[in-house]
């Protein structure tokens, strides 16, 4: 018995001793603070790290001022860095430099390119511009092109000029198409001008429609309307039905009104029941 009660006393002594310390522990960690830390971020509080948090924290400062060094951000303190970080971090900077150069990037700065890049950056240049010239976007000096460059960009706007005309282009100048380029833009107006019209898209000019794309135009105009009303849409007009499309209409409403009003699922109107069919939805409602 006094051998269990000196084991209690030993280990209650134990708990005493240590509760300050976990006390401390705790205290030097709250949650939360760690990750702040390692973030960061304001509310961080260093003075309740423990020795290994502030290790820790003190990795994560580090580790982000490299990430801002190499990404050029302003919190970058370049006096932090290891001598492989920096070199690192100039290699870098060099490809991202040589990089702009060649697509042609404002932030380009072609006083730190070697020779053989400052060729390559030219090359590219050059070629950008030949493509802006050929393609009709972007910047185009044509004083900077050779005169087969310049033959191949003539023949390549040439080419353009007649898609645009054919696809209805803003960009389209007829005066510079052959008659048979003028003819084939033409036919190309009539097409789309009538395929506008048949599926009621905007730029239709009924005018230019011959008899049968009139007779075309008109039954898919008719067929839409038809569409709409028996979809309860509000575009329909009832006006342009014929008196069979109507009656079928009708009994459609009619029956989707009775279906409606007997299972009471969608919109019931009463009113429009037959005699018949209001004493059979009543039938229903009562049992």
């Known amino acids: 018995m006094k051998i269990g009660l000196r084991k ?3 280990a209650l002594a134990v708990c005493i001793f240590l509760f300050p310390i976990l006390t401390f522990a705790q205290s030097l960690n709250p949650p939360g603070n760690l990750e702040a830390c390692k973030a960061g971020r304001s509310t961080c509080d260093r003075t ?8 820790t924290v003190t990795l994560a400062d580090h580790a982000r001022n490299v990430s801002n060094c190499r990404n050029a951000s302003g919190n970058c303190d370049p006096s932090k860095l290891t001598d492989r ?3 690192a971090r ?8 040589v990089s702009d150069c060649n697509n042609g990037i404002a932030s380009c700065d072609q006083s730190k390119l070697t020779k053989p890049e ?16 050929k393609d009709g976007v972007g910047n185009c000096d044509r004083s900077k092109l050779t005169q087969p460059e310049t033959a191949a ?48 898209w905007d730029d239709c000019d009924h005018s230019k429609l011959t008899p049968l794309e009139t007779n075309q135009t008109a ?8 569409i709409a009303c028996r979809n309860g849409q509000e575009t329909c007009d009832y006006s342009l039905l014929t008196s069979k499309e109507a009656t079928a209409l009708a009994v459609a409403e009619q029956n989707r009104n009775y279906n409606a009003c007997l299972t009471e699922y969608g919109f019931c109107s009463r009113s429009q029941l037959t005699p018949e069919q209001a004493r059979s939805v009543t039938s229903k409602s009562k049992h």
């Open 8 to 10: 209690y006393f030993r």
């Open 48 to 55: 309740k790290l423990s020795e290994a948090g502030l290790a």
């Open 85 to 87: 970080e920096t070199t």
């Open 90 to 97: 100039a290699v870098a900077d060099h490809q991202q430099n």
């Open 118 to 133: 400052a060729h390559d950056s030219m090359m590219a240049e050059h070629e950008r511009n030949l493509a802006n010239c």
């Open 153 to 200: 960009v003539n023949e390549a706007r040439r080419k353009l000029n007649v898609s645009d005309c054919k696809n209805g282009a803003g960009l389209c100048d007829r005066s510079k198409l052959t008659p048979l380029e003028t003819k084939d833009a033409s036919a190309a107006d009539r097409q789309r001008n009538a395929q506008n019209c048949e599926n009621g």
């Open 219 to 226: 039954t898919a105009e008719h067929e839409r309307n038809l």
